[in-house]
């Protein structure tokens, strides 16, 4: 357990905030698994100034979901410093987080995301003029920097503390090396080291032995978790306990994980309206059978599905065919 300014986190493990995928839908999915903190996907700060009517919807957090991190990009102070305010007296995120992660070109060509990993002090004067704006605790996630000759996680971390930030997240990737790659976890150590506000882990941690792992080389307050949590929002639980208790708790069964899809789809459902869920949901129900034998197989299928009786269908009668199957002496060991 730790704290993000007066936020109380439960647990060690925080979803990461990840584009496209963490709507409301999905991290009160993954938040049910036990996750401690689920952080939001990012949106921009200008639509939320302009209020474009897409991103404001993206500002929706369903009660059960908290606590939760809302995080917002952009390039200027400015327009950072109104969007913050905007959330934070229209919203019930508990927390506000920076995003200063994003590889992404169309991101970063406009001053935001990774960008500004190249100077710490306007990171400095972009985090103290949020801060001295809200009430919610404000937090970065970063990565270790822009590329291999331009490493300045120590002294970004340090401006954010300096500058009033309650916690911050660093991926120990490099903007140039986007998601390939090794994660340099001792960069991560060394921001640790250097500051004394909370600092969560992320990078590379796939499995609850992993990001036992990393706690012990790093001492991290907290690790994140991101793409091993898509269709797997088990890894978050078996993580959780392992972490509490070192038992190591099963996969899930191929019966399991359609039930867990289908429960998120209808959630998705709910949020967005049938057409729209449904087209979203196609890699969801990919990424949950991965793993499945024979999955591979119906992934066209899975494409193709444009209502949930389609999809559901679907899933329902490849789970019956699975456990139906011939159990071989491999599978049965």
Known sequence: MFKIG???????????PMAGVCNSAFRLTVKEFGAGLVCAEMVSDKGIVYHNEKTLEMLYIDEREKPLSLQIFGGEKETLVKAAKFVDKNTNADIIDINMG????KITKCDAGAKWLLDPNKIYDVVAAIVDAVEKPVTVKMRIGWDENHIYAVENAQAVERAGGKAVAVHGRTRVQMYEGKADWNIIKQVKEAVNIPVIGNGDVKTPQ???RMLEETGVDGVMIGRAALGNPWVIYRTVRYLETGELIPEPTAREKVDVCLLHLDRLIALKGEYIAVKEMRKHAAWYLKGVRGAAKIRNAINECETREQLATLLLNFVEEVENRPKTDAQAV
Do not use: Q, S
Not at 11 to 16: G, H, K, M, T, Y
Not at 102 to 105: A, E
């Open 210 to 212: 992993d990001a036992k």
């Open 6 to 16: 007066d936020v109380e986190i439960k647990n060690r493990v925080v979803l990461a």
């Open 102 to 105: 994003c590889p992404v070109p």
